[in-house]
């Protein structure tokens, strides 16, 4: 069945932070509903602050789980500890915010392994959304 395996267009519910980094923002955008497609979006997205220089190295979803391979541009050229735990968390967030992805936790990696800690945040294991620690408008 060919309609199946094309990803369905939807409107995408994309978070980024606001100025003063105290809220979610949201955006939504008519893209295909597929991980890849969505960060890659949020990569090339203006408003957050993932680098540019990242590259998407590999994305497969498994059983709710969404296993992001990014290149290291993703830390080493991100402006401290608290912009990691921020573009993190625009990944984790999007992703698993969106029923249509039917993602519930995302697995972050950098150049192909899972790391104990991208910048001062744990990441060894998958991670579900996170919005505690921010408000969300």
């Known amino acids: 069945n060919k309609e199946n ?20 923002l949201v955006e939504e955008k008519k893209l295909p ?15 957050n602050l993932i680098p540019k220089e990242t590259k998407i190295l590999d994305i497969k ?9 990014l290149s290291n541009e993703f830390e080493n050229l991100s402006n401290g500890d608290l912009a990691v735990w921020i573009n993190i968390f625009t990944i984790v967030n ?10 519930d936790y995302v697995q972050l990696l950098l150049d192909g392994k899972v790391e104990q800690f991208i910048g ?11 919005i505690e620690l921010m408000k969300m408008y």
């Open 61 to 69: 979803v498994e059983n709710r789980i969404a296993y992001i391979n």
């Open 33 to 47: 509903a597929e991980a890849k497609a969505v960060v890659e979006e949020l990569i090339k997205n203006e408003k």
């Open 94 to 103: 999007t992703l698993t915010l969106n029923k249509n992805l039917n993602i």
């Open 120 to 130: 001062d945040t744990t990441a060894d294991k998958p991670k579900p959304k996170n």
């Open 5 to 24: 395996a094309v990803a369905k267009e939807g409107y995408i519910k994309l978070l980024y932070p606001d100025a003063g980094v105290e809220y979610w």
